[in-house]
Every structure is written in C-alpha cells, then in structure tokens.
C-alpha cells in the first residue's frame, strides 16, 4: 500500500508561482505524475517522472511552465508552476503508476487526495 500526500495549493495571481508537494510513504512508482481536474472535466495529464532515472514528461498546455523534479532521500516529489493562468485552476493530484506508461490516469494505481490550485484573473 501507497499513501500519497499533496500540500502547496493555494490562490495565487495569473502570472504568479506555486510549487506542489507530493509526499509519499511505501514503494514509489516507476512513473510519479501529476494530474488535473478542473470542475465538468476530465482529469487530465500535467506531468511525470521515471522515480529512478528522472527522465520528465509534460502535457504540452505546461511545457516550459511548469517543473516536476523528486527528493529520493525524502520521497517527495514536487510540482513547480510558473506563469500560471486562469485556466490551471483545478485540483491536482499526485498518483504512482507500476507501468511503463505514464500519460494517462488508466495507468496509475495509487492517488493522493488532491490539493486546489486557483488563479485569479
């Protein structure tokens, strides 16, 4: 069992920065991603990392916005959002996937409860 720990939401100006945490305890996944559900949609791919070799992946609507990174010694991974805008509001989730696929939600076994991210125009 994986229990995984989102904190770092919060409210922020378009254009400003949040930085999410993603705190796990138990065996991490081969994939570590983020994802996002904003209200009436599905939730959908931001970001991920190879939890060993720490190759990165980012849907395109974040590219070059947006950081993930992980603290091995500590279990934690991180989400850096910068330039952010209206529509990255929506709660994120961390979630560990055991696969060799990273892109969508089908793939990830545990979830972390999710922390909102909102940003003001």
């Known amino acids: 069992q994986v229990q995984l720990v989102e904190s770092g939401g919060g409210l922020v100006q378009a254009g400003g920065s949040l930085r999410l945490s993603c705190a796990a305890s138990?065996?991490?996944?081969?994939?570590m991603g983020w994802f996002r559900q904003a209200p009436g949609k599905e939730r959908e791919f931001v970001a991920a990392i190879v939890w060993s070799g720490g190759s990165t992946y980012y849907a395109d609507s974040v590219k070059g916005r947006f950081t993930i990174s992980r603290d091995n010694a500590k279990n934690t991974m991180y989400l850096q959002m910068n330039s952010l805008k209206p529509e990255d509001t929506a709660v994120y989730y961390c979630a560990a996937s055991y696969l060799s696929a990273y892109n969508s939600s089908a793939y990830y076994r545990y979830w972390g409860q999710g922390t909102q991210v909102t940003v003001s125009s």
């Open positions: 138990g065996r991490t996944g081969y994939f």
